[in-house]
């Protein structure tokens, strides 16, 4: 089936196999290796990216669902004046370890200021709580999203 999906403002189309997940298509069809796969099963929010806007796991649709739609990856965020917001407060804030949840946690934030633009500490914690980190303990995590959205960040 041909698929044609707006991804980070450029359309991608390609004849992909009918049970083509969203994930493989962004990595494997259009090259953005940024939205990692993590688990498979929705559990680990690795694969987080924006679909018209909103927040998906991108390993539990299929490439066909989002045929006409507009994809936001990671490497979507920056742009030519520089990095995204929550991209310079993920790395001011060192809000990453290894790094391998850092593309889907910066998805779900941009997501979650979208709707809340101040959230509280407990409130990024709770919008979070579909992306999974193996090695850190979110403070710093929490922290970066508190800095995104412009509010001092206090230990």
Do not use: W
Not at 35 to 42: E, S
Not at 115 to 123: I, L, S, V, Y
């Amino acid at each position: 089936m041909r698929v044609s999906i707006e991804v980070n403002g450029k359309t991608v189309a390609q004849e992909v196999p009918d049970r083509t997940l969203l994930v493989h298509y962004l990595r494997d069809t259009a090259g953005l290796t940024g939205t990692n796969i993590g688990c498979d099963t929705t559990s680990c929010g690795a694969c987080t990216v924006l679909l018209d806007g909103e927040s998906v796991k991108s390993c539990t649709v299929l490439a066909a669902q989002a045929d006409g739609h507009e994809v936001t990856t990671v490497e979507g965020l920056a742009s030519e004046d520089g990095l995204h917001p929550v991209q310079r407060a993920f790395r001011e804030q060192h809000g990453l370890q290894c790094g391998f949840c850092t593309p889907g946690m910066m998805m779900a934030t941009v997501s979650l200021l979208k709707e809340n633009p101040k959230p509280t500490r407990d409130e990024a914690r709770a919008a979070l709580e579909g992306n999974l980190c193996r090695c850190t303990g979110y403070h710093n995590i929490v922290s970066a999203v508190i800095e995104a959205s412009g509010q001092e960040v206090t230990r």
